[in-house]
Antibody, heavy 125, light 107 residues
């Protein structure tokens, strides 16, 4: 079955760039699905960060768009998240997930299934 | 941005009871709504998409209904493993947004 696994530093200094990777197994990363990142601050709700297709097509949450880059490495069967200029407000559990759905105009929209186990990233000096 | 509001924030329920969770959208999302279950320390798990289609392996006691701006997740007979936080998510419009969650706790 599809499995996703996040990896990356658990501690990032303020103003630096958060970098995470999601490894995909059990399903081809070029298999027709989008791939997304979602985060959850401790004790709070879920926030969609962005999604991408293996072709490089990406959609970002406008609230984070200026700081986010999502990319894919199909040869390594993984996709990545970079979030620049982080602050304490970016402290959260970061999840990667497969996105299923459809195009709504020029945007791809849908639900997430399955999710990776998540990785806690703390922004602190 | 479509704002998703879930109510109540917390629900205290006894095992075996029927549970109804509500999710309201700030504007119509048609039938483009999903529900997730999250247990402590775990990632969210997809329960339902398209308002009422259960994801693979989800028990029949979970049922979704609604359309437009008002949606409901019903658990027909709460089992011990169902105590968790439940989130709704709209995917009618971009950006994708989630509700704040409803915690179902043991009474």
């Amino acid at each position: 079955q599809v499995q996703l696994q996040e990896s990356g530093p658990g501690l990032v200094k303020p103003s630096e760039t958060l970098s995470l990777t999601c490894a995909v197994s059990g399903y081809s990363i070029t298999g027709g699905s989008y791939w997304g990142w979602i985060r959850q601050p401790p004790g709070k709700g879920l926030e969609w960060i962005g999604s991408m297709y293996h072709s490089g097509s990406t959609f970002y949450n406008p609230s984070l768009q200026s700081r986010v880059t999502i990319s894919v490495d199909t040869s390594k069967k993984q996709f990545s998240l970079k979030l620049s200029s982080v602050t304490a407000a970016d402290t959260a559990v970061y999840y990667c997930a497969r996105q299923l759905g459809r195009y709504s105009g020029t945007y791809y929209v849908g639900w997430f299934d399955p999710w990776g186990q998540g990785i806690l990233v703390t922004v602190s000096s | 941005e479509i704002v998703m509001t879930q109510s109540p924030a917390t629900l205290s329920v006894s095992p075996g009871e029927r549970v109804t969770l509500s999710c309201r959208a700030s504007q119509s999302v048609s039938s483009n709504l999903a529900w997730y279950q999250q247990k402590p320390g775990q990632a969210p798990r997809l329960l339902i998409y398209g308002v009422s289609t259960r994801a693979t392996g989800i028990p029949a006691r979970f049922n979704g209904s609604g359309s437009g701006t008002e949606f409901t997740l019903t658990i027909s007979s709460l089992q011990s493993e169902d105590f968790a936080v439940y989130y709704c998510q709209q995917y009618d419009n971009w950006p994708l947004t989630f509700g704040g969650g409803t915690k179902v706790e043991i009474k």
